[in-house]
């Protein structure tokens, strides 16, 4: 071994700290990097959105193309009736998942089941739009919103089902004892006691995954496909504020170009809404990712 | 990390006098949700292997590095896309995995809970801007910015080297690579941090009391002790950009060959599917449209296994959830 002077151990000690220093700096200048493009996107949202917000946004259909006015009313109601009619048929399905994952999941079966709901949660949005489409759509013959409702609800699923089952695990084993003890079965034990005490988390987890399917447009396009009229009737075309805004945002005209704005604004702002919301109430550290 | 207990099953002799009619109905019932789960991965790949069947036929093995996409003479290959799909995914993997570790680095090992927990959910929101929105922002302010001012300066740097000697445009594989790499960086990040902070304490108090410098900490014995964790959250990240859809599909420019340089317009599996599904010229067209919707699926599905086996090395024991 070499010996080290004084002065060497010196100079490389030096040498060792700033080097610290320097990678420090690097670690900093990187979560600037990560954080600018989130305030690049919001203030853009912001500054060419707000001037396209008015009343009649909300309250007219969108006009022929190329007819400066109108609004995006069949957007947004169709939105609105497709994420409910999907959180609808999506709830049970995912809370019942998460459930068996947490009462039944505890060995090799459970394994399998946790992997492969988060492989479904893996699967591109777009794929699943053609699943949707191959299943429903061309049987029908139809573009139907409720084939996009279908679509979202398999996206909403396996988000939903983990958090449920991370939220049941979350209970405390002296209330399942509890009931136990009271000579409670099982099935009335969970649905009494472990399910209305793990509810809040549910529920977070809901709002979040809803706020998520909100903003899907790729499994929409060959399934709801976008209507111009304002429509209730789910057995039909029905239009999608991620879909207008994707129309409007490769159409030639800048009315088209302002309203596609403030459709993101008004759905970024919901999404954001959703999520400060939750983290407040629930101060959860759960999230979802569009 | 909170404890969790894992549910007690009532006492076994208890169990076997009083299993309750209720409860079987209630094992059937979960049971019967967590199989839909089952019914539907197997329905995916089932449906769209059945309705690519046609293209499958026709084209074999060679649709997946044949790069012929011609719909009226019904000629199919997706060897462009892949490619596109690959170029863009694997680059923007690269940059936000560099970004993101360092961020995780930064939130785990320098920040103190006051600035990590804000700054961890400021980055983690990139993640709740829906993919229409950042394609958008990707046409309307990134491309033009790209155009005339990034993009002529990396020409006027790079040039020399054949892929940067492009024209910079609104649209192209670039501006797709740089919208990706925003739009997987929460992902990388927040799988990366979780990882970082699974390091157990020992691993870093060990190298400390050595004498070791922060940055020694981090390089000799956090790094190594979470690198396959790491590599599982850039995968993640990598699936989730190869899926990415209508934000590349408005920002790649949409021609199917194969890019010469950075600036030139693409196409991705994801992007040709949105585009050109609604107007298929023949079956052959939808058919062949949705054999490339299953090499996607597959692709996915591969990259995702691999992904979660990783970071289930790493946080073995530990409940990680990754929502994707």
Not at chain 1, 214 to 221: H, N, Q, S
Not at chain 1, 227 to 232: G, L, R
Not at chain 2, 249 to 271: E, K, Q, W
Request: proline share 5%; glycine share 8%; hydrophobic share 55%.
């Amino acid at each position: 071994m070499t010996a080290y002077s004084a002065e060497q151990w010196e100079a490389g000690y030096r040498r060792r700290r700033a080097m610290n220093r320097l990678m420090t700096g690097v670690m900093v200048l990187a979560t600037a990097m990560a954080v600018i493009p989130l305030f690049l996107i919001l203030f853009y949202l912001i500054r060419n959105g707000i001037g396209g917000i008015n009343l009649d946004l909300f309250t007219q259909d969108p006009n022929r193309p190329g007819r400066v006015g109108g609004g995006v009313k069949s957007a947004l109601m169709g939105s609105g009736i497709m994420v409910g009619l999907a959180v609808a048929m999506g709830v049970p399905v995912a809370v019942g998942c998460g459930v068996f994952l947490a009462e039944f999941g505890q060995n090799r079966a459970g394994l399998v089941m946790r992997f492969l709901v988060d492989v479904l949660a893996g699967i591109p949005s777009i794929t699943v739009g053609l699943f949707v489409y191959g299943l429903i759509v061309l049987p029908q013959k139809q573009f139907t919103a409720f084939a996009g409702a279908v679509a979202l609800a398999i996206i909403f699923v396996p988000i939903v089902a983990r958090i449920t089952e991370e939220m049941v695990l979350l209970v405390p084993r002296s209330l399942r004892e509890a009931a136990y003890a009271l000579g409670a079965p099982r099935w009335k034990t969970v649905l009494r006691v472990i399910l209305p005490t793990a509810v809040p988390g549910i529920v977070t987890g809901v709002m979040l995954a809803l706020s998520r399917i909100a903003g899907e447009a790729a499994p929409l396009l060959f399934t709801a496909l976008g209507n111009q009229f304002s429509s209730t009737d789910v057995f039909h075309a029905m239009d999608a504020l991620p879909l207008r805004i994707f129309v409007y945002a490769t159409g030639p005209y800048d009315y088209w170009h302002e309203q596609a704005w403030a459709m993101s604004l008004i759905l970024v702002g919901i999404i954001l809404a959703i999520s400060l919301i939750v983290r407040t109430l629930f101060g959860t550290r759960v999230t979802v990712r569009q | 990390m909170a404890t969790r207990d894992l549910p007690v099953n009532p006492p076994r002799t208890a169990l076997k006098n009083r299993l309750k009619p209720g409860d079987w109905l209630f094992t059937g019932i979960v049971a019967l949700a967590a199989a839909v789960v089952v019914i539907i991965i197997i329905g995916l790949f089932y449906e769209l292997t059945d309705r690519a069947m046609p293209s499958i036929r026709a084209f074999g093995l060679s649709f997946i590095w044949d790069t012929t996409w011609d719909p009226p003479k019904q000629q199919f290959g997706a060897g462009a896309f892949i490619i596109g799909t690959l170029i863009t995914a694997v680059v923007a993997l690269f940059m936000a995995t560099a970004v993101g570790v360092l961020v995780a680095l930064f939130l785990v090992e320098v920040a103190s809970p006051r600035i990590s927990r804000p700054v961890s959910y400021l980055v983690e929101l990139l993640a709740a801007i829906p993919s229409v929105v950042y394609g958008l922002w990707g046409v309307f302010v990134l491309g033009p910015f790209i155009r005339d001012q990034f993009g002529p300066v990396l020409v006027d740097y790079l040039g020399w080297i054949p892929i940067f000697d492009g024209t910079p445009l609104i649209t192209g594989l670039f501006s797709a690579i740089v919208i990706l790499s925003v739009m997987i960086l929460p992902t990388v990040m927040a799988v990366s941090r979780d990882v970082i902070a699974a390091v157990p304490r020992s691993q870093r108090e060990g190298i400390l009391a050595l004498g070791a410098t922060r940055w020694e900490m981090i390089r000799i014995s956090i790094l190594p002790y979470a690198r396959s964790g790491i590599l599982g959250a850039a995968v993640l990240g990598l699936a989730r950009a190869v899926g990415e859809t209508l934000a590349v599909t408005l920002v790649i420019g949409n021609r199917a060959a194969i890019p010469g340089t950075i600036f030139d317009p693409a196409y991705t599996m994801a992007s040709v599917i949105a585009n050109q599904f609604a107007e298929v010229e023949n079956d052959m067209h939808r058919a062949a449209l949705l054999e490339v919707a299953l090499v996607l699926l597959i692709m996915t599905f591969l990259i995702n296994v691999a992904a979660r086996l990783l970071i289930w090395r790493v946080t073995r024991g530990q409940r990680v959830v990754v929502l994707e």
